[in-house]
């Protein structure tokens, strides 16, 4: 595996919002509010959004083709760090774009930037968030979010050194620790990078020996961490009753010992419901390697033959296809 060192600042930055494009916005009303349990509401007619803090924005979901994530917004600490931040992207040449007013209010903050980011993603830093004392209506008891962010999301690469390599640049980020899983033959290698006391805010994950990327979306799973036990199973029954797909049950994961579970979003990408993981402590901290993905469960509920096959084909036509990284 890969070490970089970090030789930047650390515990600036929390992942702050989403953005996803979608057709099919019912479906995401259903999903958001009535399976997971957030506060929704629509700006307009074509743009829904979900709320599970103070902040004015967590999730948009737009109306667009592309049932992928577009943009994922990150919250950094203060000017000084946005500065410095802004300063590497120069250097390293990343054209880097101010977001203008109307983008900004759609977002819920003062001002942000924007660059493309791994696989063509767009990466949007802010260090101003709007927040609101509009009361929450959710199935949820709350999130855990705070210094922490709103949760974490993981990515399938084909050049994972170079994912890793631009979140240790670009926000200071710090390698939890790695694991490998055997799956079907073929290695998995994940690589969990923390950003602030989460054990990780991104998670890169990559075949071993021949790469390939058999995931169609630009992220593979967002996940957000219920405050209580009962938030995450009652939401996991809701997905079920409400006629989701769930991708893995309920398990324990051996390295941040959240429990979760996956389900299938309506764009097709998987949303991950967890509970209690535990936070990192700089000063203790001690880097492992752990050789399953899961501790117990997390099973399977729709392992069938033709998304096996699907993988499969994804994964062969991935060999064929570049994939961008900012540098
Ligand atoms: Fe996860």
Redesign the pocket.
């Known amino acids: 595996m890969f070490e970089i060192p970090s030789v930047h600042p650390f515990n600036f930055a929390q992942l702050g919002y989403a953005i996803i494009d979608s057709e099919q916005l019912d479906q995401w009303l259903v999903f958001g509010r009535d399976a997971i349990g957030l506060h929704a509401e629509y700006l307009s007619e074509d743009t829904l959004s979900f709320r599970i803090d103070r902040h004015a924005r967590r999730f948009l979901i737009q109306k667009g083709k592309a049932e992928d994530f577009t943009c994922l917004g990150f919250q950094i600490q203060d000017e000084s760090s946005l500065k410095t931040i802004l300063g590497i992207l120069k250097k390293k040449k990343i054209e880097v774009r101010k977001g203008n007013g109307i983008e900004a209010d759609l977002r819920g903050v003062g001002s942000f930037w924007q660059f493309s980011g791994p696989k063509g993603l767009k990466i949007e830093i802010f260090t101003d968030p709007i927040l609101t004392n509009t009361p929450l209506t959710m199935l949820s008891e709350g999130f855990v979010t705070e210094e922490f962010g709103m ?4 990515l399938v690469s084909k050049q994972p050194e170079k994912l890793v390599e631009f979140w240790m640049e670009i926000f200071g980020a710090r390698i939890s620790d790695f694991i490998e899983q055997k799956m079907s033959g073929v290695t998995l290698d994940i690589t969990f990078l923390r950003m602030n006391p989460r054990h ?1 805010s991104v ?1 890169i994950a990559a075949t071993r020996g021949l790469r390939m990327d058999p995931i169609s979306k630009k992220i593979q ?3 957000i961490e219920a405050k209580n036990l009962e938030d995450m199973t009652q939401a996991y029954h809701r997905c079920k009753q409400l006629g989701f797909e769930i991708a893995h049950g309920i398990g324990q ?1 051996p390295n ?1 010992q ?1 429990l ?1 579970f ?1 389900v299938i979003t309506p764009s097709g990408f998987e949303f ?1 419901v ?1 509970w209690n993981p535990i936070s990192v402590s700089e000063s203790h901290w001690k880097q492992n390697t752990y050789k399953q993905i899961s501790a117990w469960g997390h099973q399977p509920e729709i392992s069938t033959k033709l998304s096996r096959w699907n993988e499969f084909r994804r994964g062969f036509f991935s060999l064929f296809r570049s994939e961008y990284v900012p540098f």
């Open positions: 949760g974490h999301v993981a990780h998670a799973h967002l996940n994961h941040d959240e979760s996956y991950e967890g």
